[in-house]
């Protein structure tokens, strides 16, 4: 079987705000925009020059779920817990989303996978994203 992850949804409040975040804090460029009419669903697909995808999608009346302040928080609730990203540089692309918004999560430091090195934000709307730094595969 041969499959590759095409994009990661989330689902989010304020969908202008979290697309002009996920554009500055990422370099995203919007794909499409769509509005399902019966649901009143909104989405928006961002990719990255790189490939990867991130779907946004609001919809009118949504709660707030998960909204862990760490990665070990979040493994209590069972479902979507975080996306990840990696960059071949940790730090500056740390700092980078720190000083675009982003809140601290968890500072950079080791992974528990040899030789990867990790940090967690989290966007302007409390979702966590891992950052994942191979040195051993860059």
């Known amino acids: 079987m041969t499959v590759r992850l095409d994009h990661v949804g989330v689902n989010v409040c304020d969908l202008a705000a979290q697309t002009a975040w996920y554009q500055r804090a990422f370099g995203l460029k919007t794909v499409f925009e ?5 649901p009143g669903l909104r989405g928006v697909v961002l990719e990255h020059p790189d490939g990867w995808r991130l779907e946004l999608l609001a919809r009118p009346g949504s709660a707030p779920g998960l909204r862990a302040p760490d990665p ?6 069972e479902g979507y817990g975080h996306f990840a990203v990696t960059t071949p540089e940790l730090d500056p692309v740390h700092v980078a989303l720190l000083a675009h918004g982003a809140g601290e999560a968890v500072a950079p ?3 528990p996978e040899p030789g990867v090195r990790m940090a967690w934000v ?10 994942i730094e191979r040195r051993s595969t860059e």
Do not use: V
Not at 34 to 38: I, K, P, Q, S, T
Not at 122 to 131: A, H, Q, V
């Open 122 to 131: 989290t966007d302007p709307e409390g979702n966590l994203i891992e950052l």
């Open 34 to 38: 769509f509005h399902l009419e019966g």
């Open 72 to 77: 070990i928080t979040a493994a209590l609730t």
């Open 109 to 111: 430091g080791p992974s």
